[in-house]
């Protein structure tokens, strides 16, 4: 198993160009199921979660092909309808399949992908959501039967803004006849540009990211080009990582207006931060403050999935804060990893509390989820000794060749084979 190896102390310097959103992709990748013909995505970074999502198309009958960081997928001809529990396992987002393979099929067969390392992560919404379009879902032996012969467009109201229901939903409408409306949606980026993917093969979607989303079905969709977004939990963890080393940096190819609510709190503790169209340039101005309160909630609001990330920063911070995790209930698990490098945290259910030490010691650490490791990852640059990662194939789900953007920027650290 690879682990990481870190030799903590150095200030982060220089350019990054960020990479395609891993969360937009996966949606866009499960969306091709519904596209009668080819569609090109550029500048695809091989996350391993896109890498499992490949698969499954695959598996469903896609022709794929890689051209440089281009990938070609070819779903004219869907050979099943079914996503078997050893590639479902693989990835969370396999269950983003679900509506466009009931579709395209009429019919899926889908198992369910597993509660990730950071809570439960039910599907209740994805499958209400179905319902609500008139599909049969039926719920056996760890699988997801969905029978769609009778489905039309109708009223779904999410009773909480779920990212991937919202998603799910959508690619379960576009091809089905009739009018859609999702009520109480969520409005992250990754929405708003899967209905750009989605409308450039020839979808009728309208408003994501801004209110009540409606989709008008059509009777099928063309292959297309398309480049996503860039990734706004990349861009949030190199400019922590920043603040945490007290270096300086420049970030191209961002959407400043994805990652407000970081940048208001990292001006607010002391850094220079400033943005021209797709760059970023920021400085660190000696040791951060505290951020104090730090709440995460859904877009526009602090993201989840920089709260590991934040929570590192405060460990090294003038200053106390406290942390609320109200999206996900097991998202804390790199707190005794934290706590094992000398961070002085403690914490109750949802709850923790940050009292920022002027240093961090190297351990030997362990990735329990994607985003907790890249907090390792952060520690490890400002611990004063060597730091070692284990499991770190969870945070290759994310981050692409992440020792090699960190070494390019003047950190010391390798990815090494045990
Ligand atoms: C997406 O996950 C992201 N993953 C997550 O990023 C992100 O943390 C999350 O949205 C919130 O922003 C992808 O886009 C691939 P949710 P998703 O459905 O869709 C509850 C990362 O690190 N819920 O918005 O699973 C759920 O339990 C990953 O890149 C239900 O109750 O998130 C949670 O409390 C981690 N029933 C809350 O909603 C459902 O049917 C938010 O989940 C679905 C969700």
Same mark, same amino acid.
């Given at each position: 198993?690879?682990?990481?190896?870190?030799?903590?102390? @150095?200030?982060?310097?220089g350019?990054?160009?960020?990479?395609?959103a891993?969360?937009a992709?996966?949606p866009?990748?499960?969306?091709? *199921?519904?596209?009668?013909? @080819?569609v090109? /995505?550029?500048?695809?970074?091989?996350?391993?979660?896109?890498?499992?999502?490949?698969?499954?198309? @695959?598996h469903?009958g896609?022709?794929? &092909?890689w051209?440089?960081?281009?990938?070609?997928?070819?779903?004219?001809?869907?050979?099943?309808?079914?996503?078997?529990? &050893?590639?479902?396992s693989?990835?969370?987002?396999?269950?983003?399949?679900?509506g466009?393979?009931?579709?395209?099929?009429?019919?899926?067969?889908?198992?369910?992908?597993?509660?990730?390392? !950071?809570? /439960?992560r039910? !599907?209740?919404?994805?499958?209400?959501?179905?319902?609500?379009?008139?599909?049969k879902?039926?719920?056996k032996n760890?699988y997801i039967?969905?029978?769609?012969?009778?489905m039309?467009?109708?009223?779904? !109201?999410?009773?909480?803004?779920s990212?991937?229901?919202?998603? *799910?939903?959508i690619?379960?409408?576009?091809?089905?006849?009739?009018?859609?409306?999702?009520?109480?949606c969520?409005?992250?980026?990754?929405i708003?540009?899967?209905?750009?993917?989605?409308?450039?093969?020839?979808?009728?979607?309208?408003?994501?990211?801004?209110?009540v989303?409606?989709?008008?079905?059509?009777?099928?969709?063309?292959?297309c080009?398309?480049?996503?977004?860039?990734?706004?939990?990349?861009?949030?963890?190199?400019?922590?990582?920043?603040?945490?080393?007290?270096? &300086?940096?420049?970030?191209?190819?961002?959407?400043p207006?994805?990652?407000?609510?970081?940048?208001s709190?990292?001006?607010?503790?002391?850094?220079?931060?400033?943005?021209?169209?797709?760059i970023?340039?920021? @400085?660190?101005?000696?040791?951060?403050k505290?951020?104090?309160?730090?709440?995460?909630?859904?877009?526009?609001?602090?993201?989840?999935d920089?709260?590991?990330q934040?929570?590192?920063?405060?460990?090294?911070?003038?200053?106390?804060?406290?942390?609320?995790?109200n999206?996900?209930?097991?998202?804390?698990?790199? !707190?005794p990893?934290?706590?094992?490098?000398?961070?002085d945290i403690s914490?109750?259910?949802r709850?923790?509390?940050?009292?920022?030490?002027?240093k961090?010691y190297?351990a030997?650490?362990?990735?329990?989820? /994607?985003?907790?490791?890249?907090? /390792?990852?952060m520690?490890?640059?400002?611990?004063?000794?060597?730091t070692?990662?284990?499991?770190?194939?969870?945070?290759d789900?994310g981050?692409?060749?992440?020792?090699h953007?960190?070494?390019?920027?003047?950190?010391?650290?390798?990815?090494i084979?045990d």
């Amino acid at each position: 198993m690879s682990k990481f190896f870190i030799n903590g102390g @150095k200030k982060l310097r220089g350019e990054v160009e960020i990479e395609s959103a891993k969360n937009a992709l996966l949606p866009i990748l499960s969306a091709c *199921n519904l596209i009668d013909g @080819k569609v090109v /995505l550029h500048k695809v970074p091989a996350f391993s979660d896109v890498i499992a999502m490949l698969d499954v198309l @695959k598996h469903l009958g896609a022709k794929v &092909e890689w051209q440089d960081d281009s990938v070609t997928i070819d779903m004219t001809s869907p050979k099943r309808h079914d996503v078997p529990v &050893e590639l479902a396992s693989k990835a969370r987002a396999s269950i983003y399949m679900l509506g466009p393979i009931l579709a395209r099929n009429k019919i899926a067969k889908v198992a369910y992908p597993g509660g990730c390392e !950071i809570g /439960l992560r039910p !599907i209740d919404l994805h499958l209400s959501g179905m319902g609500a379009l008139g599909a049969k879902v039926v719920e056996k032996n760890g699988y997801i039967y969905c029978n769609g012969a009778n489905m039309k467009g109708g009223d779904v !109201i999410l009773n909480f803004p779920s990212v991937g229901a919202t998603e *799910n939903i959508i690619m379960a409408s576009v091809l089905t006849k009739g009018r859609t409306r999702i009520f109480n949606c969520a409005k992250e980026p990754e929405i708003v540009d899967l209905q750009n993917f989605l409308n450039a093969c020839g979808a009728k979607v309208y408003n994501a990211g801004c209110g009540v989303i409606e989709i008008e079905g059509v009777d099928r969709l063309n292959g297309c080009e398309y480049q996503t977004i860039s990734d706004r939990i990349i861009t949030g963890t190199y400019m922590l990582a920043c603040a945490m080393t007290g270096g &300086e940096i420049t970030l191209k190819n961002v959407d400043p207006s994805h990652n407000q609510a970081l940048i208001s709190k990292l001006l607010n503790s002391s850094c220079q931060i400033h943005i021209k169209n797709d760059i970023i340039k920021m @400085k660190a101005n000696g040791r951060a403050k505290a951020f104090g309160e730090l709440e995460t909630a859904v877009y526009p609001g602090f993201p989840t999935d920089l709260q590991a990330q934040a929570m590192a920063l405060q460990c090294v911070s003038d200053g106390t804060s406290m942390i609320v995790e109200n999206l996900f209930e097991a998202r804390f698990k790199h !707190i005794p990893e934290l706590i094992k490098m000398g961070g002085d945290i403690s914490f109750r259910d949802r709850v923790c509390v940050v009292r920022g030490k002027s240093k961090l010691y190297g351990a030997d650490v362990f990735a329990h989820d /994607l985003r907790g490791g890249a907090s /390792l990852v952060m520690a490890g640059l400002v611990a004063e000794g060597y730091t070692t990662i284990s499991n770190i194939q969870l945070i290759d789900r994310g981050y692409f060749k992440l020792e090699h953007t960190l070494t390019a920027l003047g950190a010391d650290i390798k990815r090494i084979e045990d």
